[in-house]
């Protein structure tokens, strides 16, 4: 007991991030993730299920949303890099972005009417309005999220602490939605008005959660001392060209959206493939148990691994995964089962390791800004809001797959039959081609990303050299600061 309570003292009062801090970004985090995961995961079903659009209709929506989103994640990064007031403007950014955030989610999942041309521009603002709350919100946790772990030792307790939450925050809607539709027994009117059920639900626990941060969490902008006349350049943008870490993570992102492909394929494979819609909860309460257990292990076996050994063989394990499910095929119930729930393993501890990387990648380029041009320079926003954008482009890429691959197999989508939105039985071809879906972008989407993480040498002896460099460095800006000051 009383090394328990050791233990909480010593989280209650570590000196670079505080209890309720700690608390407050993960509550913030939880929140974000579920609206997250119940648009990214259930929009595209419903919107072809319940509301009639056909694949250019998505695609062209979601083209242009990401084109908007891909502009405004650099201005953010960028007002939050040039605020360098100790107030700072994060929290702000924060609370004006988290009640549009959930409003548009609420309202994604309503079918204003039995025309399709009203159902497109109704979906089009929902989520053009979701997507840019989502970027305003995401890039300001995350830049406060670095901003707090100035130590880099002390990020693997932290981002794996905030993965639990992650974890959870996309597991709730993930798990609860099945069950609840299955429910419906086969009623499509039901069916539709269950999912608005849900996502009103998780909507309103979403908003409270992501404003429990802004109450919370405490601004450190770092204050840097004026910049000599000579040294005055341009070199936010060239920093992120000389990021390595960073720019190999991002390639690795935009790969990955193939296997984003697989993850949207699998609500379709679930209802109409397998016809066991529930069985999405089961498998994926499987494989988040497993997933909680590798992500709980980040801690210890990053005393031993660095977090890109975890990232690889994360993708190398998932990829090896999918290719037993091509092989085997669907014909075995449980083998789906186990061969899914396999492949989910490592996802919240690549997660956690990932937001690890991307926040070292902020130590490499003060390190490599100071080796180029003299001056240490970090730049928290622009990091995030460059991987933001990366995450964007990924999003529209993976949107063109996932609408090219469903009208390949040619899926039809609900049409309204006088008046009223009425549900298309698919072919046994259609119903094949959404394993193929499934099991392909799965296998692809993970064994090359995991070829391109080797090629990131911040890592291992090289890595604590830098670091080394970096605190020399640190102290002599410290010193400057302090002169300035005086």
């Known amino acids: 007991m009383g090394k328990l309570k050791d233990k909480y003292q010593e989280l209650k009062n570590n000196p670079d991030v505080a209890l309720k801090e700690q608390v407050g970004y993960v509550s913030g985090v939880f929140g974000n993730c579920m609206g997250q995961d119940s648009v990214s995961t259930y929009t595209d079903q419903f919107m072809r299920d319940y509301m009639g659009l056909q694949s250019h209709h998505l695609l062209t929506m979601k083209s242009v949303t990401t084109g908007v989103n891909i502009f405004i994640a650099p201005i953010v990064g960028a007002l939050l890099d040039n605020n360098h007031s100790t107030k700072g403007n994060a929290r702000r950014f924060m609370m004006a972005s988290a009640i549009p955030f959930t409003l548009s989610s609420i309202l994604l999942f309503v079918v204003p009417s039995s025309s399709i041309t009203f159902n497109v521009i109704w979906s089009f603002l929902l989520y053009l309005l979701f997507n840019i709350a989502d970027t305003f919100f995401d890039v300001a946790l995350s830049t406060l999220s670095v901003r707090m772990t ?53 909507g309103i626990l979403g908003m409270f959660s ?28 060239k920093l992120i060209l000389l990021n390595r870490p960073l720019l190999l993570l991002c390639l ?54 660095s977090s890109r050994d975890i990232v690889v063989w994360g993708y190398l394990h998932t990829g090896i995964c999918y290719l037993l499910l091509l092989i085997f095929g669907y014909k075995h119930l449980w083998l789906v089962g186990i061969l899914i729930a396999l492949g989910g393993m490592p996802n919240a501890a690549m997660s956690a390791a990932r937001r690890i990387l991307l926040a070292d990648s902020t130590d490499y380029m003060e390190w490599k800004s100071y080796q180029k041009y003299g001056v240490a320079q970090r730049n928290e926003g622009m990091v995030f809001a460059f991987s933001t954008m990366v995450s964007r482009i990924s999003a529209l890429w993976k949107e063109l797959l996932v609408n090219t691959g469903f009208a390949l197999i040619g899926y039809q989508s609900a049409v309204s039959i006088n008046g009223v939105m009425t549900e298309v039985v698919q072919t046994p071809q259609t119903l094949h081609g959404i394993f193929l879906l499934v099991a392909i972008p799965g296998i692809i989407g993970n064994l090359l990303p995991g070829i391109i993480m080797l090629f990131d040498n911040f890592t291992g002896k090289r890595k604590e050299k830098i670091m080394a460099e970096l605190e020399e460095i640190r102290s002599e800006t410290k010193a400057k600061i302090e002169a300035f000051e005086q």
């Open 150 to 202: 100035p130590n880099a030792k002390s990020r693997k307790n932290f981002y794996t602490i905030a993965q639990l939450a992650s974890t959870l925050g996309s597991m709730l809607p993930g798990g609860m939605v099945p069950i609840i539709i299955e429910l419906q027994g086969n009623n499509y009117a039901k069916e539709k008005w269950a999912f608005f059920t849900v996502a009103l639900f998780f």
């Open 210 to 237: 992501m404003l429990v941060p802004c109450f919370t969490l405490k601004e450190r902008n770092m204050v840097l001392p004026p910049k000599e006349k000579e040294k005055k350049v341009k070199i936010d943008y």
């Open 252 to 305: 690795s992102q935009v790969i990955e959206s193939v296997r984003q492909v697989c993850y949207s394929s699998l609500p379709f494979f679930y209802k109409h493939t397998l016809n066991r819609y529930g069985m999405k909860t089961y498998v994926e309460m499987g494989s988040s148990a497993l997933s909680y257990g590798g992500l709980l292990s980040v801690p210890f076996v990053g005393k031993k691994r």
